[in-house]
Every structure is written in structure tokens, then in C-alpha cells.
């Protein structure tokens, strides 16, 4: 009688949302064998066949997360989650440092995304997805509410500010939005390139300290309150020295 071979041991991924639609794509892309399973019947397909199972990769929410991981403690598989606010008893937190919105994220863009862990965890990482040459960096404390806090910051407020800044450009002096698109790939140039994060790298008037050009912006943008509570934020952070009087600046 001829033998059914054996199914190769693959990645149970659970969730079908941003991230988990990402990771599928890389996982495929990297060859590795991997299985999606619907959050509500995951759990007797991926016990049932758990001899082939690697690891159980849960891209799921925070909210579900510790209900998820609670039924599948005593199964014995690794258990991988993605969130960066979550803790999870008998898991492993590795959180993508990167922005999954609805627009696809291929697979050679993610083959980039660092993971980040908590501490002494970088190696379990390697163990469970050798294949993966993803940077992974551990934390110098375990992962909390203000490190997610700071995830959330870098991750949203940059690109709300820009949108405002490229919608105000658009309206009122008709600049394609299109042509913002150098101006800001050379802010992640500046940002890539700055060693000393001791001090933030500004350009234009704020960083010559012309304070007649600032002064005059300030001016400008006060018919917009979100306008102006963001440039005045700007001097409070790069120019905390701000106002002095022309001449103090140029004596």
C-alpha cells in the first residue's frame, strides 16, 4: 500500500486582517507553508493536525488576543502575536514597527519591517522563522502602554500632519499633491541620515533663527487654529528661546 506522505510542518496563521493578509503574502513569497484559519474555527483544525504545526502566528486584535491565547495555552505550540500593547501569558510579542493601512503591503517591502521584542527574545524569534531575515531589536524594558503610545505618534501624526499641510497647499495654491512627494522623501532622508537625535535636524527659518520670516508665519496661519497650534508647537520644540526681538537675533 502506497503511503500518504506526511504534510510538512507549516505556520498556523490566525486572522485575515491588515497584518495577517501581509504576513500571508510574505510567508508565500518566502516559500514557507503556512495555513490561514478564520478566528472562529481555528482551534480544533489547528489542534487536530498541532504535530505539523510550527508555530501559531495570531494576527488578530488586542481585544480578542488574551481570549485566543487563553484556549490555546495548553496545546504546547509556540504561540507568536503581533500586537505592541499586549502582554500575553506563554507567548511571544514580536510587533511590526510599521504602518498596515488598507494598501497592500508586498512582500519585498515587508521583508524589511523590523520586529521589535521584549527583552532576551530576539533569539526565540530567529528559532521560530530562521528563514526570515527581518531586524529584530530588543527592548531595554518589556513593551507597555507608552511604548505603543510612541508607535501610535510615529506612526500617525507625521502623515496627518503632512495630509493637512499637502490639502492646505492644494486649496488655496493649487500644488498637486504629487509634487509634495520629493519634498517629503527627502524628510525620511534627513530623518535616516541624523546621528545625534539630541536635536531635532529642521531646515528654513527656524533653523537660521529669522525671526521676522517666522513671524510672519505665525501671522499667516492664524485664521487656522490646527495650523497654528502646530507651528507653534514647532518653536516650542526646535526654538524654545522664541520670540526675541530682531536684533537679538541679529546683532
Not at 41 to 48: D, G, H, K, T, V
Not at 72 to 92: A, D, K
Not at 98 to 112: D, I, K, L, N
Not at 173 to 202: G, H, I, K, T, W
Amino acid at each position: 500500500m502506497r503511503q500518504v506522505p506526511l504534510e510538512k510542518p507549516f505556520f498556523a496563521l490566525v486572522g485575515q486582517g491588515r497584518v495577517g493578509r501581509a504576513l500571508a503574502a510574505y510567508l508565500s513569497a518566502q516559500q514557507l507553508p503556512h495555513r490561514v484559519f478564520a478566528r472562529d474555527s481555528f482551534l480544533s483544525e489547528i489542534l487536530s493536525s498541532k504535530t505539523n504545526v510550527r508555530a501559531v502566528l495570531l494576527a488578530v486584535s488586542d481585544s480578542a488576543l488574551a481570549g485566543v491565547g487563553k484556549v490555546l495555552q495548553s496545546s504546547e505550540l509556540p504561540i507568536v502575536h503581533f500586537s505592541g500593547s499586549v502582554r500575553l501569558e506563554g507567548g511571544y510579542g514580536f510587533h511590526p514597527l510599521y504602518s498596515f493601512t488598507e494598501r497592500s503591503v508586498g512582500p519585498e517591502e515587508f521583508a524589511h519591517v523590523p520586529f521589535l521584542c521584549d527583552p532576551g527574545h530576539a533569539r526565540v524569534f530567529r528559532e521560530i522563522f530562521p528563514e526570515l531575515g527581518n531586524p529584530v531589536y530588543e527592548l531595554k524594558t518589556p513593551r507597555d502602554a507608552r511604548y505603543h503610545a510612541l508607535c501610535v505618534l510615529l506612526g500617525n501624526l507625521p502623515l496627518l500632519i503632512q495630509d493637512r499641510a499637502a490639502r492646505a497647499l492644494h486649496s488655496d495654491y493649487a500644488v498637486p499633491r504629487e509634487a509634495c512627494l520629493p519634498f517629503l522623501q527627502s524628510l525620511l532622508a534627513n530623518f535616516a541620515s541624523a546621528r545625534q537625535m539630541q536635536s531635532v535636524p529642521v531646515a528654513g527659518p527656524i533653523a537660521r533663527r529669522d525671526a521676522l520670516t517666522t513671524a510672519a508665519h505665525l501671522n499667516a496661519v492664524s485664521s487656522d487654529p490646527f495650523l497654528q497650534a502646530l507651528y507653534t508647537l514647532l518653536l516650542e520644540e526646535t526654538w524654545p528661546e522664541y520670540p526675541l526681538t530682531p536684533k537679538e537675533i541679529h546683532p
